[in-house]
């Protein structure tokens, strides 16, 4: 049992307690208020209890980083440890970020201490159809042992990564038209290899079974609504793009780093489109982040459009994930909004805030104590706790 006391509570629930607890049994909370009174009555009656004083410092649901590659691309390694991209094949949805990751990366670490307890980690944007995200907790001995969720969402890339890659081996696609035909393409083989499947199912004397197919089988998970596509597109055609096919195909999707979509607000907005944004803090380094820019995550969240803020990781390293979300504010994001960004919003829009994204009941004990409010900028972590143990402490 883990107590959590003299805290502001930011539930991210709705609820705030200016001197309120938290309250944890095994890897769950158990409870969370604000009554002298009932933190006596635990304290008195748990006498194993380990009790955390906030000492009016903030208590907030660990942080999740919505997009990020932790693991996949190691800290220090160079080629060695970069194990995000398979570029020999420009269709590879069978791969699985659980097996490119390494759980001994020092970003885990660097994550913990930042006060990011979740990681939605993956595949980069080399392939049209790149692999399997899956969202994992910053510690644990092993990658199976620190699963939320796997897989979480289905890498899928438009624009300038995936014609750059494979202009370099002269190989198809070297356009945004190849790239959208090769992801139609692929998506109808699914879909037929669904109806042989079907057809065997339904009358297994008179039709073969098909051939099993790995990826067609990835494929498949997003065309029966079972994950979503992550959507690579940073320019506003290439968003429209991947907004057209998905709803070709009648499938779930995000929008992932949504670099110009200030531009286009007006449409995520009427067709309900949530985004992840990020990262933030670099260099227009190629020719689509020329209108990269902070405000952007303030006009869209004014706009009403849900959004969690990525790094990106190692593009922005994972422990500046609040660093992002609080330079955000400084350009005109609501600073509650912000916080949604890397907690609740990232949590419902990766598809796991029935674990994790807010201090309730029942939810994992992913607990994070600051010295003071988290977006200013001497606020350190002071207390990290994952699954209920601290993992953490200044």
Same mark, same amino acid.
């Given at each position: 049992?883990?107590?959590?006391?003299? $805290?502001?509570?930011?539930?991210?629930?709705?609820?705030?307690? #200016?001197?309120?607890?938290?309250?944890? &049994?095994?890897?769950?909370?158990? /409870?969370?208020?604000?009554?002298?009174?009932?933190?006596?009555?635990?304290?008195?009656?748990?006498?194993?209890?380990?009790?955390?004083?906030?000492?009016?410092?903030?208590?907030?649901?660990?942080?999740?980083?919505?997009?990020?590659?932790? *693991?996949?691309?190691?800290?220090?390694? $160079?080629?060695?440890?970069?194990? *995000?991209?398979?570029?020999?094949?420009?269709?590879?949805?069978?791969?699985?970020?659980?097996?490119?990751?390494?759980?001994?990366?020092?970003?885990?670490?660097?994550?913990?201490?930042?006060?990011?307890?979740?990681?939605?980690?993956?595949?980069?944007?080399?392939?049209?159809? $790149?692999?399997?995200?899956?969202?994992?907790?910053?510690?644990?001995?092993?990658?199976?042992? +620190?699963?939320?969720? &796997?897989?979480?969402?289905?890498?899928?890339?438009?624009?300038?990564?995936? #014609?750059?890659?494979?202009?370099?081996?002269?190989?198809?696609?070297?356009?945004?038209?190849?790239?959208?035909?090769?992801?139609?393409?692929?998506?109808?083989?699914?879909?037929?290899?669904?109806?042989?499947?079907?057809?065997?199912?339904?009358?297994?004397?008179?039709?073969?079974?098909? @051939?099993?197919?790995?990826?067609?089988?990835?494929?498949?998970?997003?065309?029966? *609504? &079972?994950?979503?596509?992550?959507?690579?597109?940073?320019?506003?055609?290439?968003?429209?793009?991947?907004?057209?096919?998905?709803?070709?195909?009648?499938?779930?999707?995000?929008? @992932?780093?949504?670099? @110009?979509?200030?531009?286009?607000?007006?449409?995520?907005?009427?067709?309900?489109?949530?985004?992840?944004?990020?990262?933030?803090?670099?260099?227009?380094?190629?020719?689509?982040?020329?209108?990269?820019?902070? /405000?952007?995550?303030?006009?869209?969240?004014?706009?009403?459009?849900?959004?969690?803020?990525?790094?990106?990781?190692?593009?922005?390293?994972?422990?500046?994930?609040?660093?992002?979300?609080?330079?955000?504010?400084?350009?005109? +994001?609501?600073?509650?909004?912000?916080? /949604?960004?890397?907690?609740?919003?990232?949590?419902?829009?990766?598809?796991?805030?029935?674990?994790?994204?807010?201090?309730? @009941? *029942?939810?994992?004990?992913?607990?994070?104590?600051?010295?003071?409010?988290?977006?200013?900028?001497?606020?350190?972590?002071?207390?990290?706790?994952?699954?209920?143990?601290?993992?953490?402490?200044?």
């Amino acid at each position: 049992m883990l107590l959590v006391k003299n $805290g502001i509570i930011l539930t991210m629930a709705g609820k705030e307690f #200016k001197n309120g607890y938290v309250l944890a &049994e095994g890897e769950k909370i158990s /409870k969370v208020g604000e009554n002298p009174d009932e933190v006596t009555a635990i304290m008195e009656g748990n006498k194993d209890i380990t009790v955390i004083d906030a000492k009016g410092g903030y208590v907030l649901p660990g942080f999740i980083d919505a997009h990020c590659h932790v *693991g996949m691309w190691e800290d220090s390694l $160079g080629f060695e440890g970069a194990d *995000g991209n398979e570029k020999t094949d420009p269709v590879t949805p069978q791969l699985r970020a659980i097996d490119g990751v390494n759980h001994l990366d020092r970003a885990f670490e660097e994550a913990r201490e930042g006060g990011v307890t979740t990681v939605v980690t993956g595949p980069g944007s080399a392939n049209v159809i $790149g692999g399997q995200f899956a969202a994992l907790k910053t510690y644990g001995r092993c990658v199976d042992e +620190m699963i939320v969720r &796997e897989p979480v969402a289905l890498k899928v890339a438009f624009g300038e990564n995936v #014609k750059k890659t494979y202009n370099e081996r002269k190989q198809t696609p070297t356009t945004r038209m190849a790239t959208a035909a090769l992801l139609r393409q692929y998506f109808y083989k699914a879909l037929d290899y669904k109806g042989k499947l079907d057809d065997y199912g339904r009358d297994s004397e008179k039709y073969n079974k098909p @051939e099993f197919d790995m990826a067609m089988e990835a494929i498949l998970m997003v065309l029966r *609504g &079972e994950i979503p596509l992550k959507a690579h597109a940073h320019r506003a055609d290439d968003i429209m793009t991947a907004i057209r096919i998905a709803r070709e195909f009648n499938v779930d999707f995000t929008i @992932e780093h949504c670099t @110009e979509g200030a531009l286009i607000k007006d449409i995520l907005k009427e067709q309900n489109i949530s985004v992840v944004v990020g990262p933030l803090l670099t260099d227009r380094s190629k020719p689509e982040l020329k209108n990269l820019s902070l /405000k952007t995550p303030g006009i869209l969240a004014n706009a009403g459009i849900k959004l969690a803020i990525m790094t990106d990781h190692p593009v922005v390293p994972i422990q500046y994930l609040r660093l992002c979300a609080s330079m955000a504010v400084s350009e005109g +994001m609501d600073p509650g909004e912000a916080l /949604k960004a890397i907690t609740i919003n990232a949590a419902e829009i990766c598809r796991i805030s029935d674990r994790v994204g807010s201090l309730e @009941e *029942g939810k994992d004990a992913d607990i994070v104590v600051f010295d003071r409010h988290p977006f200013e900028i001497e606020a350190k972590v002071v207390t990290t706790i994952i699954n209920g143990k601290v993992v953490y402490t200044r």
